[in-house]
């Protein structure tokens, strides 16, 4: 498969997902500003869901250009990825509706986890088959970065499991920064390399 045809296709998925989060929201039983409040939770679970999913998308879009070509293996775990982020939509709304539900928060950091090791796989598959492109656990991002992120993610969701249900929306919250952080980086050094 042409590199891309399979980038176009992830790209257009990832939009309708971030656009099916905003459709989902809950609307106020007032219209006014505590119908808006009261709606929070909602909000910041969405805004959660958008910019982590974003942050998904820039990853893998800065770091798209360093492919030659794709294996079917990097469409299949593409696809898994994919699969695995349309629940999206469905557990922040869950965690929207229900944020201090144990289950509701640990759907979300399973989700959250499997679509980070969908991801890693993607890269692996692209590091076997690209070798010039020097990609780690999660293309050229530190695997210092890629440890981290998966650790904040596991201990979020052992909080959750065993005595504070929203600790895992708070780790992907704490997340966020630390993974955009290591992209932003991972593209400076890529932009002074370019200009080398």
């Known amino acids: 498969m042409n590199k891309e045809r399979l980038a176009a296709f992830t790209d257009a998925v990832l939009a ?41 998308w820039t990853t893998h879009h800065n770091n798209w250009h360093k ?6 293996a990097t469409v299949s775990y593409s696809l898994v990825m994919l699969f695995l982020a349309s629940f999206f939509p469905y557990t922040t709304s869950l965690v929207a509706s229900n944020f201090n539900n ?24 692209l590091k076997k088959v690209n070798p ?27 909080i959750t499991l065993t005595f504070y249900a929203t600790a895992m929306i708070y780790a992907i919250f704490i997340d966020i920064f630390i993974v955009g952080y290591a992209t932003r980086q991972s593209s400076k050094n890529q932009f002074h390399l370019n200009k080398i």
């Open 67 to 72: 492919v030659k070509s794709v294996s079917n």
């Open 16 to 56: 309708i997902i971030m656009t099916i989060l905003v459709l989902e929201l809950e609307k106020p039983k007032t219209v006014n500003l505590a119908g808006l409040w009261a709606l929070r939770a909602n909000f910041f679970a969405y805004t959660l869901s958008f910019f982590w999913i974003g942050l998904m």
């Open 102 to 125: 144990v289950t509701a928060q640990a759907l979300y950091g399973v989700i959250v986890l499997a679509v980070s090791f969908s991801n890693m796989a993607i890269s692996y598959s």
């Open 132 to 158: 010039a492109a020097h990609f780690g656990w999660l293309y050229a991002l530190p695997n210092s970065s890629i440890i981290l992120d998966v650790a904040i993610k596991l201990v979020g969701l052992i």
